[in-house]
């Protein structure tokens, strides 16, 4: 199916789910403008470099397969699509740049899954480290949990530390 196609043409382009919608978008506000001539948002001069790269590489036999007939549908099934990913959810207590993103996405999908989406999350209550999440298994590798674990010990070592 053509989205099936698009979707991993996507997927491929991008990291994160947020870029994955964005992605989504900018095709869709590409094809209109570019298929149907219509009057929408999509204005080429306004594009990053990232995204102009994105529009250059797309596979022309893939947007050739889109027309006035199956446009709408498939982008209806493409966000159907995208909606039911489920990301890998990479938790940081601090703000990760975009460029660590994408190392980060390279390693996880030249090592593990190379469709594999991920959302990342600011929790600050994890200290440092990070916490991950995907299809409802959680798993912390946080300064929070290392703490937590070894509260006791750490309480001991404190009394002991201050006499009492």
Known sequence: MLEDDVLKALITS????GQLHSRMMLLRDFLNMTLFRSDTAFNPN???NEDKQFIDRLDKNLLAQFSNTNFGDTFKNLEA?????????IYTA????EYEMALIGMYIRHNFRVD????FKIDPSLI?????SLNGVYKDYSARNGVESHKQEIIEQF??????
């Not at 009394?159 to 009492?164: E, N, P």
């Open 46 to 48: 306004l594009l990053t």
């Open 128 to 132: 440092a480290g990070t916490a991950l």
């Open 14 to 17: 991008c990291y994160t789910i």
């Open 94 to 97: 601090v703000e990760i740049p």
């Open 159 to 164: 009394k002991t530390f201050l006499g009492k």
């Open 116 to 119: 594999l989406v991920m959302d």
């Open 81 to 89: 699509k995208i909606k039911a990913i489920k990301p890998l959810v």
